[in-house]
Structure formats: C-alpha cells, structure tokens
C-alpha cells in the first residue's frame, strides 16, 4: 500500500529563510515521488519528480528535494524563501507499476516580509 | 497553462440536482484522472481512464460516475447532489507508457452545492 505523510500542515517561513516542508512516504517498492504547487484559485504545478535517478532533484523555482531511501523522506527545500512562495505544497507517491498519485493532504506555506 | 481545460469554471446547484463536469487532455496524453478537493478531506483521487476504459478506482461515491470519450476528453457526472459535494474538483493528464509519466493537472471546477 502506498501512502505519503506531510509532517506540518503549516508552516512560516521569514523572508530570506530557509524553507523544509516534510514527506514521508510508505512504499512496498521504491515508488516515483513527486511535489506540487497549488496556488490561490489555481490547480496543481508540478514542481520537481524523482524517477529513480539522481537523488537530489532540483526542480523549478530554486526547488529541491532529496531522496533518502533509508529514511522513506522526501523533504522539500529551498535555499531563500520569496514572498511568491506562499502557496500549498503537496507531496505525492505512485507505485512503480501503474500510474495512480497517493496524495499528502498538504502543506500551507507561508512567508513574512 | 498545463494543456489540461476543465469546463466550466464554475457551478452552483441545488441538492438533488445533477451535473456534468468536462475534461480535455493534453495533446497526446491517453489517460485522464479525476480529483476532488475539500477542505475537510484534502485532495482524493477519485478515478482514472486511459482510451476509453477505467483503469483505476479511488474514493468515488456510487452517486459519481465518468466516462472517456473516443476523443479523449472526459465527464465527471455527480447525482443526487448533497451539500457535501461542495469541492473542488480536478482533472489531469499523462501520457501513460513503460515509464511513469507525471499528472498535468487543469484548472479545476468550483462546485458549489446550496
């Protein structure tokens, strides 16, 4: 069974800072594990996807995530956070056989000036 | 702009009624899912087509149901409506082949169920 979990359901961040937001997953194989954007009012960006290959993805935006293995962690970061940052961040796992998204239930970022 | 259109943007509603949501893939893309996000029960996958056939089956109320065209768009039909239908709902994309390919999601369509 496939399940992701989302360590914060928000987090604040000051402008310049580092931003972490969390995901762990639950996987019977070593599955894809992806991070979206949402936006206000908007759908869902992809921002970065690991297949398999390298385990630091760099992803749009400064973006990065880096998968740990022995840690089942997937956490998202960047390096300065910009007030055009602020939006929902969701965490998302799919079996290496079919193409269903096990979704996180999300983390609501926020960034102070 | 992902590719994905969703129409309408939009919808209120009674409870009891019905209506038909409406979904265009990505040029190419074979596969088409459906999402429902709510503040209480976050983003649920609800199903996936790929060319026409089901293929997979999330958390969708019998009241729910979709097809896949032959053109490859798709409707998400919701009867019956409650107010608890009120949501957010999705539709996205993916080219589907031996490697995994990621969703392109839409816009979405607002349902707002009175």
């Known amino acids: 069974a496939q399940s992701v979990t989302q360590l914060g359901s928000h987090v604040s961040v000051s402008e310049g800072a580092l931003v972490l937001l969390r995901c762990n997953y639950s996987?019977?194989?070593?599955?894809?594990l992806f991070w979206y954007v949402q936006y206000p009012n908007q759908g869902l960006q992809l921002l970065l996807k690991y297949t398999s290959a390298a385990t630091l993805v760099k992803g749009i935006n400064g973006f990065e995530a880096e998968f740990k293995k022995s840690e089942t962690s997937f956490h998202l970061t960047k390096p300065s956070a910009h007030m055009s940052d602020a939006a929902e961040y969701f965490c998302?796992?799919?079996?290496?056989?079919?193409?269903?998204?096990?979704f996180g239930t999300g983390t609501s970022l926020t960034v102070i000036p | 702009d992902s590719g994905v259109t969703q129409t309408p943007k939009h919808l209120i509603t009674a409870t009891g009624q019905r209506v038909t949501l409406r979904c265009s893939p990505r040029?190419?893309?074979?596969?088409v899912y459906w999402y429902q996000q709510s503040l209480d029960q976050g983003l649920q996958f609800l199903i996936q087509?790929?060319?026409?056939?089901?293929?997979a089956k999330g958390n969708i109320l019998e009241r729910f149901s979709a097809q896949q065209f032959p053109d490859l768009h798709s409707e998400l039909n919701l009867s019956s409506l409650e107010l608890g239908d009120s949501a957010l709902y999705f539709c996205?994309?993916?080219?589907?082949?031996?490697?995994?390919?990621?969703?392109?999601f839409g816009p979405g369509t607002r349902l707002t169920v009175l």
């Open positions: 998302a796992v799919s079996p290496f056989t079919g193409n269903q998204f096990y």
């Open positions: 996205a994309s993916s080219v589907d082949g031996p490697t995994y390919n990621e969703q392109f």
């Open positions: 087509y790929y060319n026409g056939e089901e293929r």
């Open positions: 996987s019977s194989v070593p599955p894809y």
């Open positions: 040029s190419g893309d074979l596969s």
